[in-house]
Nanobody, 130 residues
Framework: QVQLVESGGGLVQSGGSLRLSCAAS????????IGWFRQAPGKEREGVSC????????HYEDSVKGRFTISRDDAKDMVYLEMNSLKPEDTAVYYC???????????????????????WGQGTQVTVSS
């Protein structure tokens, strides 16, 4: 049974940090690009960060660049999102997802659109108070 299970969310003050984890089972994580997405109340789900399966190239949404770091440990079937300098606007449910890499102009890329991903976790709530 394919599963992605997020953990590590919670309530934190503005400027604080959280580390989200995503545990994969039922499939070979190493073969997939991983994305972190978030959805705030009343808003569309948006891509936060992604990392491809081969070269570990990563991509970040502009508002989190320099504050969030994505990483993966395929030996442990784990993916992480380190979030620092958190802001109230980071408040959302955060989801991890697994899907195929993109091959664009000969380069292996990870997608930042949710329709590209096959497997999804149930989400973990992150709340940043001001």
């Amino acid at each position: 049974q394919v599963q992605l299970v997020e953990s590590g969310g919670g309530l934190v003050q503005s400027g604080g940090s959280l580390r989200l984890s995503c545990a994969a089972s039922g499939f070979t994580l190493a073969h997939y690009a991983i994305g972190w997405f978030r959805q705030a109340p009343g808003k569309e789900r948006e891509g936060v960060s992604c990392i491809n399966s081969i070269s570990r190239n990563s991509h970040y949404e502009d508002s989190v660049k320099g504050r969030f770091t994505i990483s993966r440990d395929d030996a442990k079937d784990m993916v992480y999102l380190e979030m620092n300098s958190l802001k109230p606007e980071d408040t959302a449910v955060y989801y991890c997802a697994a899907g195929p890499d993109h091959i664009t102009r000969g380069q292996v890329m990870c997608p930042m659109t949710d329709s590209e991903y096959e497997y999804w976790g149930q989400g973990t709530q992150v709340t940043v108070s001001s």
